[in-house]
């Protein structure tokens, strides 16, 4: 019976695709008559280690293994075991097994991070809007070292894995979020011939097909298509769709030379139906935004509704055209270049409301069947974002008697392009008000059209960096990073008068167009970290690491405003974050179980607050969050593997106004604790079995004009089950039970607390995985 085994810490890389295809598709079960005919030559070890499917041989070993050793990029020259910071990679085998299938679905297995907030007021966030350690990461998502721009959610059928580090990364990535970042990894064309794919059908009408086809070329060359096309409902939530189709063909020249060349195309069109969320009525903690009392006992809605109509849609385009090339100039110097060009478009309209006192109307109290809530805000996004981008990385190793130096330099060269066009409904249309308990969907006829209104960013930025390693002898490494980003916006704008936060319209009639901003600015951005590591064993390291980040305005989206209480007007100073971590990791079971535990803080000053009596804005707030993170990963046993992290984040507003409705000074959609676990097990008769738990603390939501809604969220445990069965060489089969208990809760909910998503309750999905 042969079995698939990870190779840990090997130097060159076998990458063979068919041990790769099956390794992901058998997900430790392996079929009792697996292959071993696919023997490709070895290849020269990748600069980019992880980035290609790690080494894999033919051997008797069973069971998930989880553990990736290093991440992608070449910044990092260390294992993720002497790596100063805390950094989880999900491989693609955790993500089959859960059967996720977008990064948002990914992330469950990093604690505490997650899609907490539905939107500010009566806008609602879209694709993957993700807070980590108290604040909104979203702008800071990477593929293969590359920004990747747009509000839209990324699917995983070609990524091989998704690697969160917490903590500034402006020394790698340039402008980041305070507190972290995340970067997935593409699939590469790799030495050996192998098709796989898949097909799973589930809950909410769920239909979804993959396929992954990777062939040599020759000696050294090979090209891989990956494909997907999903057609897809919401279970639990009524007439949300995401429906989606792509295709990612690449190109590998020089496998196995000195030289290797990678050329990667990625298109993926969606056609989906947004969920703008369900009223807060009738949830714990809901009353009456006025003085009808009798709404303080109403009853919850159906968290099934939807309150949008026949019109609402989200369209999305993506393409991204990328070009890899590395060469090893020997074993101590290498050199890596990454140059992307990208576009994304997004064509967005949802039906939004909110549930305040003039829209929530109830003409007879006795009578629930007549309450009625107005679909009076009708969202609208036409945003085109585009990047290019090259990135030069020189790796080196230099051994001068004691003392072993790892370098990592480089430079990077990137223009970043948002487009906006103003859409609104035209001449007073409007939507008929929803019944509040039995909404009715099947309506249409808003006539809207573009408004005028327009804006126009434009982002150059020239960085350096440089990272250097220095290993004193068996114990003792200290790392250092520098980088330099200059950086040049060009903004202009025209917008709405008297729409909110815009500009008074004067004697001029509401809705008129007016000039906004129009500005250029630039600035220098210095980012650093140094971190000192003990390793008091050769599995095991302890360490102590201090990092700073700076986001400036308009970092996240390019859009300066000319508000003064956004941190997006120009006139401000960038944000600063400084991070100090302490923290060890441990190889144990023979090298297959990684543990870490970390002790951090995070402060960001810069942070803007209003002062009480001139009731201006100044850049004096703090807001500071701490706490631990744990985390194991690997096999516990030949046939057991585990995943599973848990955190503490004491998030709060050290100086400046309260950001959440209950007036503390906790900050918003951060859970206090918060733990994620995934485990499965290889019986004896090739049946895998596996579940997970997790668990989100209490949320308070941020503040705004709402008078009485849920200040905050109730905790929760979700539990999910697998099980999977070789059937044969070809096919395997595996079902997924998603909350298993029908847990109901709170997933998200939007900053007034008139709307909330709700969690998906249990549902299930059946995968059948072929390999030839």
């Known amino acids: 019976m042969a079995f ?58 069973r069971g998930s293994d989880y553990r990736v050793d290093k991440v992608s ?38 604690p505490g991070v997650g899609t907490f907030f539905v939107g500010e007021n009566g806008s609602t966030n879209t694709g993957d809007s993700i807070y980590m350690r108290g604040f909104d990461t979203s702008g800071s998502i990477f593929v293969d070292g590359v920004r990747d721009i747009g ?83 919401v279970y639990g939530r009524d007439q949300v769709e995401t429906n989606r189709w792509g295709v990612a063909p690449s190109l590998a020249f020089g496998l196995g030379t000195p030289t290797r060349v990678y050329l990667n195309y990625l298109h993926i069109k969606q056609n ?9 009525i009738g949830l714990p903690g809901y009353s009456s935004p006025d003085a009808r009392s009798f709404l303080n006992d109403a009853g919850k809605v159906d968290p099934d509704n939807f309150y949008g109509t026949s019109q609402d849609h989200d369209h999305v385009t993506q393409d991204m055209f990328t070009v890899i090339v590395e060469h090893d100039f020997n074993e101590n110097l290498a050199l890596h270049n990454t140059a992307r060009w990208g576009r994304t478009t997004q064509d967005y309209l949802l039906t939004s409301f909110m549930g305040s006192a003039a829209n929530l109307r109830t003409p007879d109290p006795a009578d629930p069947s007549t309450w009625t809530i107005a679909r009076s805000t009708p969202t609208f996004k036409h945003q085109s974002n585009r990047i290019a981008t090259n990135q030069t990385n020189l790796t080196a190793t230099i051994e001068s008697g004691a003392v072993t130096q790892n370098i990592s330099t480089g430079i990077e060269l990137t223009q970043e392009q948002a487009r906006t066009i103003g859409l609104g409904a035209l001449g007073g249309s409007t939507w008929p008000a929803a019944n509040l308990y039995r909404p009715y969907s099947d309506v249409g006829g808003l006539r809207y059209g573009e408004t005028g209104a327009r804006s126009e960013g434009k982002t150059n930025t020239a960085a350096a960096y440089f990272f250097d390693t220095l290993k004193f002898g068996e114990h003792w490494q200290v790392n250092a990073g520098i980088r330099l980003d200059h950086y040049k916006t060009d903004f202009n704008s025209l917008v709405v008068c008297g729409a909110r936060n815009g500009p008074a319209c004067g004697r001029l009639p509401a809705g008129s167009i007016v000039p906004g901003v129009d500005t250029s600015i630039s600035d220098n951005l210095v980012n650093y970290k140094i971190g000192v590591l003990y390793k008091p064993a050769a599995n095991g390291s302890i360490y102590v690491n ?64 209003q002062d009480p009596t001139d009731l201006l804005y100044y850049q004096v707030g703090k807001k500071r969050v701490q706490g631990i993170e744990i985390s194991a990963l690997g096999k516990l046993s030949e046939n057991w593997a585990v995943s ?60 705004d004009g709402a008078i009485g809604t849920p200040a905050y969220t109730k905790a929760y445990w979700v539990f999910d089950a697998m099980a999977s069965y070789p059937v044969n060489r070809h096919l395997d089969i595996q079902l997924n039970i998603y909350n298993l208990f029908d847990k109901e809760y709170v997933a998200a909910i939007n900053k007034s607390g008139y709307r909330y998503t709700p969690g998906t ?3 299930a999905m059946l995968t059948a995985n072929v390999r030839f």
């Open 4 to 61: 698939i085994k990870s190779r840990k810490h090997a130097a060159p890389a076998v990458r063979t695709v068919g041990a790769a295809v099956l390794l992901s598709l058998a997900h430790g079960a392996a079929a009792s008559d697996v292959p071993a005919d696919i023997a490709a030559p070895p290849q020269q070890a990748k600069v980019n280690d992880a980035q290609a499917l790690p080494g894999m041989q033919v051997d008797a070993d």
């Open 73 to 110: 990029s070449p910044k990092f020259t260390q294992s993720l075991l002497d790596t100063t910071q805390t950094i989880q990679v999900i491989g693609k085998e955790l993500i089959q097994q859960q059967g996720a299938t977008t990064l948002t679905e990914a992330l469950r297995n990093s």
């Open 151 to 233: 509000t839209v959610s990324r699917d995983v059928f070609n990524i091989e894995q998704v690697e969160v580090t917490k903590g500034p990364d402006g020394t790698e990535y340039g402008r980041t979020a305070p507190t972290g970042a995340v970067n997935l990894v593409t699939k590469q064309p790799l030495l050996g011939n192998g098709v796989s794919g898949s097909v799973q059908v589930g809950s909410g009408q769920r239909r979804r097909a993959t396929a992954d086809w990777n062939q040599s070329m020759g000696n050294d060359a090979a090209f891989r298509l990956n494909v997907m096309g999903q057609d897809s409902g």
């Open 272 to 280: 989906n139906v947004p969920d703008g969320g369900v009223p807060t």
């Open 546 to 609: 201090f990092a700073q980040s700076q986001e400036p305005p308009g970092g996240n989206t390019l859009t300066l405003s000319s508000s003064a209480n956004s941190a997006d007007n120009p006139n401000f100073d960038p944000q600063k974050a400084r991070t100090a971590e302490i923290g060890t990791k441990w190889d144990l079971l023979g090298e297959k179980l990684l543990l870490t535990a970390a002790l951090y803080r995070t402060t960001v000053t810069n942070e803007l607050t």
């Open 644 to 703: 599973a992290g848990f955190t503490t984040m004491d998030a709060t507003v050290e100086k400046g106004t309260g950001v959440t409705a209950n007036g503390s000074d906790d900050l918003a959609y951060t859970p206090k604790k918060a733990f994620t676990a995934w485990t499965t097990y290889h019986l004896p008769f090739d049946l895998t079995i596996g579940g997970g738990a997790r668990y989100s603390g209490e949320l308070q939501r941020g503040t």
């Open 761 to 763: 309750p249990r549902s």
